[in-house]
C-alpha cells in the first residue's frame, strides 16, 4: 500500500510546488485565505515537506486544506519558487482519492460542487451557464440579473450572444457531439472515475451518518440538504 | 535569487490570426464583453480571428475548485489546441483568466515533464482521435487591446476624459489573479508593477489611479464561492478592495477577468444591502467595466449592443462624464425594438 507521501509525490505538481521551504512566512503574510481563516499556508508547506505520514493524514483530514481561495497569491512572493495553492491541490487531490474528504466540513463540500460545476460541465460543456444561476440562490447577483434570468431569450439577443442555438457565439448550445468527445476525455484520463470516488466516498459517510431511505440505503437528497445547511458547529 | 515578480516582461503578443478561446463566466454574464471584442478585432483593426462553435469550456472552473483531475484538464486543454492546429492557427487568444493562467500551466508541466504531455496526447487520441501542435502564442485578450491601444486610440471617438470638470477620468484598475500571480512572465509588468490595464488607460486619456490593495483577490476563490455557505469569504475579500479604493474616488473600476468583473460589480450591491452604503459617494456604486467594453465605448458603440445594460452598477453616469451620446430610452429595448421589462432597479441603494 502507498504511503500518502507516495501518492503525494506522484503527481508533478508537487514538484513543481515545492522546493526547499525555509518556512519565511511571506505566503501566509500575502494569502487572503489567512486574513479570513485560522489559516497558515506556511505550516501546511512544512508539514508535507517533513514527510510525516500521520501529520500529513490529519492535515487531509482537516479544513484546513480547503480554506486555500487558489488566488495563487503565494506564488510570485516565495523567494524560493514555491506555490503553496498547488501543493493544497495535490493535497485535495490525495484527500479526495483516498475519502480523507469527508471527515471534514469543508471537505464534505466537494460533493456540493460535484453535482453543480461537475453535471454543468457534462450535461452543457459550460462551467457555468444562465440557467444555472438562479436567482433564489444567488440573491447577491441583484435586480439586474434577475430581470436578465427572467428575460433571458431576449437579452442575449440583444447583446448579440446565440443563446441555446446552433452555430458559434457567446452561450451557444453545445452539440452532442462536442459533448461526446467531453465525456471520452472524462472517461480516457481519469476524471470519470475521480466523479465516482467522490460520490463513493460520499455516499459511504451519508449511510454511516443516518442519511438513508426506507431500504438502508444512502438518501443523497437529505444528505445534500445536511451539507447546505451544515455550519461550523456541527461536527 | 530573484524574485518571480522581478523577472524582465519579454513576453510577445501575436499580431494577428488568433483563435478565440471564450470564457464560461464572460459569455454568461457579460456576452456583449465578447462581441465587441470580436468586431473590434475584424472590424476595427483588420484582423482575423476565428471564433469556433466546436469549442468548449476548459473546465478549469472544476480544476481549481479540485473536482477535475489535472490529467483531465490537461486533456481538455490539449482539445483546445487541437482545434486550433486544425484551423491551421497558432496564436490563440483567450477570454477568461482562469483559461489563461491553466493553458500557462498546462504548457510549463508539459515542458518539465514530457511525460504528462505524451499522457495527454494519448488520451485526447484515445478519446477523440485528434492531434495538436503546441501554439506558438497563448495571449489574453487583454494583451492583444494592449497591443492595439494606440491604433485604437486613433480611431476613437471619445477619450477617457470627465468632460463636466474637463479632467482626465480616474480609474482603479484590478488584474485577476490568475493573469500573472502564477506565471508574472506571461503578464504586461509582471505581478506586482502590472500594468496590462493601466496602460490601455492611459492611452485612451484616462488616469490611471493607484491603491494600496491593487493587487488584493477579488475574492472569488473558486468553492468560496460555489458553495452558498462560503460566500462570506468572497465579499468579504472584495471589501476590503473597495474600502481601498474608496479614498481616491475612482470614476471607474477596470478589469482584465471576466470572474472578477462579474464579482466587483455584484457585490458592491450585495455590501450596499448588508451595510446601506456605497464606496462611490453615491447611491449607484463604481461603475465596472472589462477592457473590451471600455474599448467599445471609445470607440463609440452603442452600450447598448454591448451589453451595458447587464451590469448591476449602472453605467449611465460614466457615460454622462463623458458625454457619450446615448439613448436611455433604448437600454431596455429588444432586437426588434420591443420594451422587454426592467430591473426593478439598478446600481446599489434606491
Request: glycine share 8%; aromatic share 10%.
Amino acid at each position: 500500500m502507498r504511503t500518502l507521501m507516495q501518492r503525494l509525490g506522484e503527481d508533478v505538481r508537487l514538484k513543481e510546488g515545492l522546493h526547499a521551504c525555509m518556512s519565511c512566512g511571506i505566503c501566509t503574510a500575502v494569502c487572503p485565505a489567512a486574513e479570513y481563516f485560522e489559516y497558515d499556508p506556511r505550516s501546511i508547506v512544512v508539514t508535507v515537506q517533513s514527510g510525516n505520514e500521520a501529520k500529513i493524514r490529519k492535515l487531509i483530514e482537516s479544513d484546513t486544506i480547503w480554506m486555500c481561495g487558489q488566488c495563487m497569491s503565494c506564488k510570485p512572493r516565495c523567494p524560493r519558487n514555491n506555490c503553496p495553492g498547488l501543493i493544497i491541490s495535490v493535497l485535495r487531490r490525495v484527500s479526495q482519492e483516498t475519502g480523507a474528504f469527508v471527515k471534514s466540513r469543508l471537505g464534505r463540500q466537494q460533493y456540493l460542487i460535484l453535482k453543480t460545476i461537475g453535471t454543468n460541465i457534462l450535461e452543457t460543456g459550460y462551467c457555468v451557464f444562465p440557467a444555472s444561476v438562479v436567482p433564489e440562490t444567488h440573491p447577491e447577483q441583484g435586480d439586474v440579473w434577475r430581470w436578465i434570468y427572467q428575460n433571458k431569450e431576449a437579452v442575449y439577443e440583444r447583446v448579440g450572444a446565440n443563446l441555446d442555438k446552433e452555430g458559434p457565439g457567446a452561450m451557444r448550445k453545445i452539440d452532442r457531439e462536442n459533448l461526446n468527445e467531453l465525456e471520452r476525455i472524462f472517461a480516457e484520463s481519469g476524471g470519470n472515475s475521480f466523479f465516482s470516488t467522490i460520490v463513493k466516498f460520499s455516499r459511504a459517510y451519508a449511510k454511516e451518518s443516518g442519511f438513508t431511505d426506507a431500504d438502508g440505503e444512502p438518501d443523497m437528497e437529505k444528505y445534500t440538504d445536511f451539507l447546505l445547511n451544515e455550519d461550523n458547529d456541527e461536527k | 535569487m530573484m524574485k518571480n515578480s522581478q523577472v524582465t516582461v519579454t513576453k510577445e503578443i501575436a499580431d494577428d490570426n488568433y483563435f478565440y478561446l471564450r470564457s464560461c463566466i464572460r459569455q454568461n454574464f457579460f456576452p456583449g464583453a465578447e462581441k465587441v471584442f470580436l468586431d473590434i478585432l475584424k472590424n476595427k483593426l483588420g484582423k482575423n480571428i476565428i471564433d469556433n462553435a466546436n469549442h468548449i469550456s476548459c473546465t478549469g472552473i472544476g480544476y481549481h475548485s479540485d473536482i477535475v483531475p489535472y490529467e483531465t484538464y490537461q486533456a481538455m486543454v490539449a482539445r483546445q489546441f487541437a482545434l486550433m492546429t486544425e484551423q491551421g492557427l497558432k496564436n490563440a487568444a483567450v477570454s477568461c483568466i482562469t483559461s489563461y493562467g491553466g493553458y500557462n500551466e498546462v504548457m510549463k508541466t508539459w515542458k518539465e515533464f514530457p511525460e504528462e504531455e505524451a499522457k495527454a496526447r494519448k488520451n485526447l487520441k484515445n478519446a477523440t482521435g485528434r492531434r495538436f501542435e503546441i501554439p506558438e502564442n497563448i495571449s489574453h485578450s487583454c494583451d492583444i487591446i494592449y497591443k492595439f491601444r494606440h491604433d485604437i486610440a486613433e480611431l476613437a471617438q471619445y477619450k477617457l476624459i470627465n468632460k463636466q470638470t474637463g479632467k482626465p477620468l480616474r480609474i482603479v484598475d484590478h488584474i485577476g489573479c490568475h493573469y500573472a500571480k502564477i506565471f508574472p512572465e506571461k503578464g504586461i509588468g509582471g505581478a506586482e508593477q502590472n500594468t496590462v490595464l493601466s496602460a490601455i488607460v492611459e492611452a485612451w486619456g484616462g488616469q490611471s489611479v493607484d491603491y494600496p490593495e491593487r493587487r488584493h483577490c477579488c475574492g472569488f476563490g473558486f468553492r468560496h464561492y460555489l458553495v452558498k455557505n462560503n460566500r462570506s469569504y468572497s465579499i468579504s475579500n472584495s471589501k476590503k478592495k473597495f474600502e481601498s479604493m474608496e479614498p481616491y474616488c475612482p470614476d471607474m473600476i477596470i478589469t482584465n477577468c471576466p470572474g472578477c468583473n462579474m464579482f466587483l460589480d455584484k457585490w458592491q450591491y450585495a455590501l450596499a444591502k448588508i451595510e446601506g452604503k456605497t464606496y462611490s459617494g453615491d447611491k449607484n456604486g463604481i461603475p465596472v467595466l472589462s477592457y473590451e467594453e471600455l474599448a467599445g465605448l471609445v470607440l463609440g458603440y452603442n452600450p447598448w449592443d454591448i451589453g451595458l445594460q447587464m451590469h448591476q452598477v449602472d453605467v449611465e453616469p460614466l457615460l454622462k462624464k463623458m458625454r457619450f451620446d446615448y439613448n436611455p430610452d433604448e437600454k431596455y429595448l429588444d432586437a426588434g425594438g420591443k420594451f422587454m421589462g426592467q430591473p426593478e432597479f439598478t446600481g446599489c441603494l434606491p
